[in-house]
């Protein structure tokens, strides 16, 4: 018996890295899944690697920092699925609406652009929030399951980050009071702190080998975390009842990276 059988499951951001990495591994395990990103060429291309595979999966492109894509986008999944027995808020943007990039901009704190601010906290904590209040109505009877995704640089408070330290720092905070508030009716919310190599990190890698000695040498297990079968893997258990008794935690997907005393 597969793990997520029967399971209708959202993943945004999975047009590629560890979304994509995500909604293989839900489809793998039964789940029909609804690959959700902004870029339709690379949502019809996973949708097309889960089909190759036998698994079921619908692709819809949705910018995550339009409240309207986000709402249509799980009114799409109910008519197609009926319900939504799983959310993965993975999608990120980074730089500003009108100059995106695929990473944070390292930015002294006095220099910082309240554009970038605002379209980091929109693509993340605001649309982390829509996600949530849209797939709500599905969930309240009959449980279900929310994954967000924050990161390690909040939590130390990573220098020239600030904007996407606070969105991720805001999107636990979220999850927390969304834990304790929808724990009531079987939703479980937890967060993911990964450290996954994904295409836009090896890039950033490939033109800082010396950065990327040296941040491997923090990581206890010496590798970095594979989308499908670390962030795969982990998502899977948490979306699945293994995990019912889970709420309000944040995962620390980071070989050890992360550990503190
Ligand atoms: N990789 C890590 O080690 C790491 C570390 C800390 C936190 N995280 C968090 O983990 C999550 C996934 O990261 P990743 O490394 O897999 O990112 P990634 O490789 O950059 O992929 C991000 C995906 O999200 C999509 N996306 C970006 N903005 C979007 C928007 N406005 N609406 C819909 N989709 C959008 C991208 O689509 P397009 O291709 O169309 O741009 C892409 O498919 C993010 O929340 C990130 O902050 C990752």
Redesign the pocket.
Known sequence: MKRLSGKVAIV??????????IAIAYAREGAKVVV????KS??DSVVEEIQAERGTALGIA?????RD?VFAMVAKTVSAFATVDILV??????GTERR?A??PLPTPLEDLDEEEWEYTF???AL?TLWGMKAVFPCMKDRGGKIIN?????GQIGGEGTAA?NAA?EA?RALSRTAAREWGKYKINVNV??????????AGYFDAHPDEAEAVLRQIPLRR??D?VKD?GGLAVFLASSDADYLTGMTFQL?GGGGMRA
């Open positions: 945004t951001g999975a047009g590629r890295g560890i979304g994509r990495g959700a990103s902004r870029t690379t949502v949705c910018d995550v920092g339009r894509d808020n993975n999608a990120q943007g980074f995106r695929p990473t929109r693509t993340g649309a995704f924050g990161s390690y640089l996407y991720k999107i993911i702190n990964p450290a996954v190599m994904t295409d836009a990190m970095w975390g989308p962030a980071d």
